[in-house]
């Protein structure tokens, strides 16, 4: 049959093709003009960020493009709109169905914003600023400074209680005692006043508790507090670390007992090679300096790291390091341990990580501010006052303020190397944003 009619079809097969060309290079014509001319359609961009092209606002930038974007781990930085804080009342009881039961109602639960760190990194400014809103209040409304409750009183018994399978009315009524006596860290009548105010705590020793993600949100699940961290680029955070000890010990009238800054180091890179964190083949500070002294060139890098190391894999070691009386190396290898506040907190948008120097920046701190829920953020006028300079061009800690020392350049491109790839860790963990942060750079180029 096809044989029969070929001449037909031919003739057929010949339109259509002449068609279908037609059609395919009009499509091909269309894509031209308007799929390779995509970004000349800003208003189409933005709306792929739900985010409407107007006069006042400008286009997208790939900064903040990124910054929607949630990293292998599943966290980006919140934007507005944020989640709105949770006022709300809670009430436990204690001993149900004995004779001793205790009902306990908190009017407000609290509280709704824990600063978890890291230790110097602007923790206490943000407090200090926290202080002077009229929409935010802290412990330090009750004379108290860092509370360190989860750490100190929460953490041992409810991990203690949840691990040995107990009761769940024994976890439960434990978890009721906990929250009635967090709130003894606020002045509770301003709080309870105020539907507006928002109640929030700062410890720097949490980030250090991988277990505390856990124990917050047993503690807190009607009200789920938002979390909030600040890291300082970790050798400016160890430095400013050994100036405050100094303080410490000068201002106690008694002599210096402390050892060099060299020698902490030293400590701890003896500490990192004990529990895996790096190989034995790692130089020495003193090894380093002498190479740097008898040649011109920057070395390469003189630590000996093991190969293939996930971030998973150094929280397993952070978790069994005993660290020394004077180590505070480990508290700037910030990848590990985020890692647990990340996974527990990061999905919903309850966590915000901001580097120190935005802290300097009041759009910035506006942004922590309306992250924590507060409503009115004019700070610009105190802000202008807290700006600080340190031997090392950084921002530092108003503690250390009157200790006058100088970071030995050598020591300061020595903990550079060191914290390289755990900050390339931390972009792993965070996202593109912290590309490059706390990199060796021109910086140390010109200080040799």
């Not at 691990?163 to 509770?188: H, I, P, S």
């Not at 996974?343 to 901001?354: E, P, W």
Request: aromatic share 10%.
């Amino acid at each position: 049959c096809l044989h029969k009619h070929k001449t037909t079809w031919l003739k057929l097969f010949d339109r259509s093709f002449s068609f279908y060309t037609i059609v395919i290079l009009s499509c091909l014509a269309l894509f031209a003009v308007y799929g390779f001319g995509l970004t000349e359609q800003p208003a189409l961009k933005l709306n792929l960020f739900d985010i409407s092209a107007t006069d006042d606002t400008p286009a997208i930038t790939m900064k903040s493009a990124l910054r929607l974007q949630r990293s292998d781990y599943g966290y980006h930085r919140p934007r507005p709109p944020y989640l709105p804080v949770q006022h709300v009342s809670h009430t436990c009881v204690i001993n149900r169905n004995t004779s001793s039961e205790q009902v306990i109602h908190l009017p407000t639960a609290v509280p709704h914003l824990i600063l978890i760190g890291a230790q110097k990194s602007a923790t206490s400014e943000f407090r200090v600023l926290a202080d002077k809103h009229i929409n935010a209040i802290t412990p330090h409304s009750v004379g108290a400074g860092e509370p360190s409750f989860l750490n100190d009183e929460v953490e041992g018994p409810v991990m203690e209680l949840m691990l040995k399978g107990n009761k769940e009315e024994e976890v439960r009524d434990a978890l009721c005692r906990f929250r009635q006596k967090y709130t003894e860290f606020f002045d509770m009548s301003r709080v309870n006043e105020n539907a507006m105010i928002v109640a929030m705590e700062k410890t720097p020793e949490y980030i250090m508790h991988p277990n505390l993600p856990l124990v917050i949100d047993a503690l807190c699940p009607p009200w789920k507090p938002k979390i909030l961290t600040i890291l300082c680029d970790p050798v400016e955070r160890a430095w400013s670390h050994y100036r405050m000890d100094v303080r410490k010990s000068q201002k106690r009238g008694v002599p210096m007992t402390i050892p060099s800054f060299a020698e902490r180091v030293r400590r701890g890179i003896d500490d990192f090679i004990s529990n895996g964190l790096l190989n034995v083949g790692t130089m020495s500070l003193q090894d380093f300096q002498t190479s740097l002294a008898n040649n011109s060139d920057v070395p390469s890098s003189p630590f000996a790291f093991p190969k293939n190391v996930t971030i998973e894999k150094y929280a397993q070691l952070f978790e069994d390091y005993k660290e020394s009386k004077e180590g505070h190396l480990i508290r700037g290898v910030y990848a590990p341990l985020l890692l647990p506040w990340v996974k527990q907190f990061a999905a919903d948008d309850r966590l915000m990580v901001m580097k120190f120097k935005e802290m300097w920046n009041e759009t910035s701190v506006d942004e922590a501010f309306r992250f924590a829920g507060v409503a009115d953020t004019s700070i610009d006028e105190r802000l202008a006052n807290k700006k600080k300079k340190t031997t090392t061009g950084e921002g530092d800690h108003h503690a250390n303020k009157g200790i006058e020392m100088s970071l030995d350049p050598t020591i300061q491109l020595y903990l550079k190397f060191l914290y390289q790839p755990f900050n390339r860790l931390l972009a792993q963990l965070l996202g593109e944003e912290w590309d490059g942060w706390g990199e060796y750079g021109v910086a140390e180029k010109a200080a040799m």
